[in-house]
């Protein structure tokens, strides 16, 4: 079945100590990507990356590292979280050309405090 | 930011057509209109996406029309477990980072029995 894997589903943690979200995809994709989701605020992009090795800022990248060492895994780093990245966050993988469909996970719930 | 306009919300009777217009004036030649939807806080679903011929699937049917600078989706016998937040976005599927999924605020669909 083709999916996208995250852990953890819900996460609290306090300000500062560093976490680690994954993210993994079992289709081959090239292409990955993270969004955060805020109330009032939609869906915004994070960072994508188009292969391996090739990483690039979204919209809203301040606070965040990512990683693609593989093709099926994209984790999302937080080195010292804030309150203001509580959120709710999701990973999604496509092909990188072509007009084929996204695919999402099923999102992790972030708290810091 | 995001390339369409939807409105906020709309309601639909159990078992009648749910018709979700969105607004997409300045559409380039190469991109595609894809809609999305979101229950309440799972991960993006694909629904449907076309170019300019109309589209129908499994789930729902996709009206452009002829200019295309709008767009209908259309479930024809909505249920309850339609009840969710609708996204229309436009992208190249072959634009690189140009085709980067931007999700804008969509239409919150509700479905009453």
């Known amino acids: 079945e083709a999916q996208v894997t995250q852990n953890p589903r819900y996460l609290i943690t306090v300000t500062g100590k560093k976490l680690t979200v994954t993210c993994s995809q079992n289709?081959?994709?090239?292409?990955m990507s993270w969004y955060r989701q805020d109330p009032g605020l939609g869906l915004r992009q994070i960072y994508y990356?188009?292969?391996?090795?090739?990483?690039d800022k979204g919209d809203v990248p301040e606070g965040y590292k990512v990683s693609r060492k593989e093709k099926r895994n994209f984790p999302l780093i937080l080195e010292s979280p804030s309150p203001n990245q509580t959120s709710l966050y999701f990973c999604?993988?496509?092909?990188?050309?072509?007009?084929?469909?996204?695919?999402f996970g099923q999102g992790t719930r972030l708290t810091v405090v | 930011d995001a390339k369409t306009t939807q409105p906020p919300s709309m309601d639909c009777a159990e078992g009648r057509a749910a018709n979700l217009p969105c607004n997409h004036s300045?559409?380039?030649?190469?991109?595609?209109v894809y809609w999305y939807r979101q229950i309440h806080s799972q991960g993006p679903q694909y629904i449907i996406h076309?170019?300019?011929n109309n589209e129908t699937n499994e789930m729902a049917s996709l009206i452009i029309t002829e200019d295309r600078k709008s767009s209908t989706l259309i479930l024809p016998h909505a249920t309850l477990r339609d009840t969710a937040v609708y996204y229309c976005i436009v992208r190249d599927p072959w634009g690189g980072s140009q085709g980067n999924l931007i999700f804008g605020k969509g239409t919150k669909l509700s479905v009453k029995p």
């Open positions: 300045t559409i380039s030649g190469n991109e595609y």
């Open positions: 990356s188009m292969n391996v090795e090739v990483t």
């Open positions: 999604a993988s496509r092909e990188l050309q072509g007009s084929t469909e996204a695919f």
């Open positions: 289709m081959n994709h090239e292409y």
């Open positions: 076309g170019l300019k």
